[in-house]
């Protein structure tokens, strides 16, 4: 059989999207901002065995399968590794955002804090981590992040919704709301993208549906992933100032399912994000793997209580209360495509002064030349301010607050700050 021969794709073969929907999917790698980029999930090492021989198929066929693709049943274990040469940070992962709502379900520290799905999330952000995943259908999924030493599950099943960590032995649990058919139930705010962005499926949708006049999408060859022949997506930013090299996703031949997804900095070097299963069933789970009683002794938390209180302390709106995995979704964005830039408005409060500054004495100063050594210092006709940057993700804060963050490198967050004024 021939190659697959690479067909580029320009634009028109996603249909329409709206406004919003394109503003939010230009991210595929969510991140949080005001100093710490926290991003997604990684993956599995090189495709392995040799390249399987495959009818040769387009770059618009294979989206189309990819997008036609109905499997709602499913298990395996996915390799995740990410790389996006973040600093470490103590307690990133101890009692980080909580269960629906601001820190911790009301405060950093709250009751399910070591059990809550955002902590969780963090973690991953950086090293190589193992997960079991399993899905069925809508109301049935479940994520478990094995450790060497200790677990952490999340279960959805039906109306209930636990989250648990073997660690600190706490389960945290809430109900789940009706669907708007009245049969589904969905799990509350903050779970749906947290079970499902563990999965190459939502990386990919997610990198697949930012594609445009910006993108340059190809097919390149075919692989082995997880015992299973799949084509290989070749996903390309055209924009020069974008920080993604490129993004590799290995496609099911057979239904169409995103087995690996891979994203390569234009730095160069390791894989930033790379998250594909090592092994892989689309068979129907047995029902049990959606079953979960707290064991004994456990910690039980009431997530719709910690919820509730978050909400009448902070508000529905309070931005800390948003899920980390809705990416850039809400916030204002400017330019297009790969080099969108996510904004956030400053109150005049800025960040420490640094070298040579009246401030840079005593505590503040010591906090200053901490900010000197971890962001670079910039100035234009937005003021002035530093840029933090990861091998992926920068972010442009001045010195009245005010936010600039993408993956697009220095020098186009400068540019859009100086646009900006």
């Known amino acids: 059989m021939p190659r697959n021969e690479p067909t580029e794709v320009t634009d028109g073969w996603g249909g329409e999207r709206s406004p ?50 109905d499997v709602e049943q499913l298990s395996g274990t996915v390799r995740v590794t990410t790389d996006l040469g973040l600093p470490s940070l103590p307690g990133a992962g101890g009692g980080a955002a909580g269960f629906g709502g ?36 809508p109301e ?51 779970l749906p993208k947290d079970l499902k962005s563990a999965t190459p499926q939502d990386l990919a949708k997610q990198a697949l549906e930012a594609a445009g006049d910006t993108t340059s999408v190809t097919v390149d060859g075919t692989a082995k992933v997880a ?19 490129s993004i590799r996703v290995a496609v099911d031949a057979e239904n169409g399912v995103p087995l690996k997804f891979t994203l390569t900095p234009k730095s160069g070097g390791a894989a930033a994000v790379d998250v594909g299963y090592t092994n892989v069933d689309f068979a129907k789970p047995a029902a049990s ?32 209360a948003k899920d980390l995995a809705t990416g850039m979704d809400g916030l204002d964005v400017i330019g297009k495509g790969w080099t969108s830039i996510a ?12 070298k040579g500054s009246d401030k840079d004495k005593g505590a503040g100063g010591d906090v200053g030349k901490f900010m000197d050594s971890i962001g670079d210092k910039v100035d234009g006709k937005f003021g002035s301010g530093r840029v933090f940057s990861t091998r992926l ?15 697009v490198d220095k020098q186009t967050l400068i540019n859009a700050a100086n646009a900006a004024k």
């Open 343 to 354: 904004t956030i408005e400053g109150e005049g409060g800025g960040l420490p002064a640094g």
């Open 102 to 137: 601001p820190q911790g379900g009301g405060e950093q520290g709250g009751d399910g804090a070591s059990a809550a799905p955002q902590s969780k999330l963090m973690e991953l952000a950086s090293g190589a981590h193992t997960l079991r995943v399993a899905v069925d259908g």
């Open 227 to 245: 015992g299973r022949d799949a084509y290989q997506l070749l996903i390309k930013p055209k924009q020069a100032g974008s920080t993604v090299g």
């Open 140 to 190: 049935k999924q479940r994520v478990s992040i094995v450790d060497k030493a200790a677990e952490y599950s999340l279960v959805h099943n039906g109306k209930d919704v636990w989250a648990y960590d073997s660690g600190s032995n706490t389960a945290l649990h809430s109900t789940a709301s009706e669907g708007r058919s009245g049969k589904a139930h969905r799990a509350p705010e903050g």
């Open 393 to 407: 993700v920068n972010a442009l804060i001045t010195d009245n607050g005010t936010v600039y963050v993408g993956a």
């Open 289 to 320: 793997t959606f079953s979960f009683t707290p064991p004994k002794g456990a910690k039980v938390v009431d997530g719709d209580k910690e919820h509730a209180a978050a909400e009448r302390k902070h508000g529905k709106d309070a931005p800390a």
């Open 20 to 69: 919003r929907r394109r503003k939010a999917v230009r991210y595929g790698v969510p991140v949080a901002v005001a100093g710490v980029a926290a991003a997604t999930i990684g993956l599995v090492p090189a495709f392995a065995g040799s390249a399987p021989d495959l009818p040769k198929i387009s770059a618009q066929e294979l989206i189309a399968k990819v997008a036609k693709s």
